[in-house]
């Protein structure tokens, strides 16, 4: 069976050294053998499990984060689905990029013909765009919402501690708690998630979502088809 040094899996992985190194210090990623001399060596199967890690990383995931997933006994199968999920959303971009292009090469054509654009011309465009302005929309809203939360408590918690006035502290408080519902309420409205076993798209309980483990890309869930309770995959609802 092939087997590879430290500087043979970085280099397939496309990372350094010291970035194998740190992942087998945290836990992620264990040599499979160790020659007399101290000498680490990795095996086709640490090959594919350092890939995966490199793929979750790429997504933004913590280390912690990480490790939670590999440690569920289904992790290829909420890998193969956050695969899945990064490949229809290229395809999407490519789609839509095509779909401009071609609405360009219309354009220049009905201006070369006629002289001026027509604006029926353009609807095609800003229906494509329409879901992805949505979500842009939804993350834009609840930073803002994050920003005036924090802005709220710090400044209630200067006034309190500077002034000995308290009362802007709880009024700011329940302000806070009043947002953060709000805001809790309304992500719950716009998400769904895809089982990892049976592939079924669905929307948890909202007490469930709430309390549940998460990463930003995954939330662990029990679907209701299957019943197997999961790192379940996060996607937009456009039904909303």
């Keep these: 069976m092939q087997k590879y040094t430290t500087g043979e899996l970085a280099e397939r992985c496309g990372v350094t050294v010291r970035t194998v190194q740190y992942y087998d210090e945290r836990e992620l990623l264990s040599p499979s053998e ?19 890690i490199c793929f979750l990383r790429d997504l933004g995931l913590s280390i912690k984060d ?9 992790s290829e199968k909420v890998v193969t689905l956050l695969l899945k999920k990064q490949q229809a959303l290229l395809e999407e971009e490519v789609a ?18 006629a002289g001026e654009l027509s604006v029926k011309s353009l609807s095609g465009i800003t229906q494509k765009m329409e879901n992805k302005i949505k979500r842009k929309k939804m993350i834009a809203k609840m930073i803002a919402i994050g920003v005036v939360m924090d802005v709220i408590e710090i400044g209630a918690v200067l006034l309190w501690t500077f002034t000995g006035i308290w009362w802007p502290f709880a009024v700011g408080m329940a302000i806070v708690v009043a947002l953060g519902i709000w805001m809790s309420v309304y992500y719950f409205k ?20 709430f309390f549940a483990y998460h990463t930003p890309k ?23």
Excluded: H, W
């Design 34 to 52: 160790l020659t007399d001399g101290g000498r680490r060596l990795y095996s086709e199967d640490d090959l594919k499990k350092m890939k995966f």
């Design 66 to 74: 990480v490790g939670k997933i590999l440690k569920e006994d289904n």
């Design 96 to 113: 839509e990029r095509r779909v401009r292009l071609d609405r360009i090469s219309e354009l220049l054509s009905a201006v070369k013909q």
């Design 190 to 209: 716009r998400t769904a998630y895809i089982c990892p076993e049976c592939t079924k798209v669905f929307k948890p309980k909202f007490k469930e979502s």
């Design 218 to 240: 995954t939330r662990k869930l029990t679907c209701p088809k299957c019943g197997r309770k999961s790192m379940c995959v996060e996607i937009y609802d456009d039904n909303n």
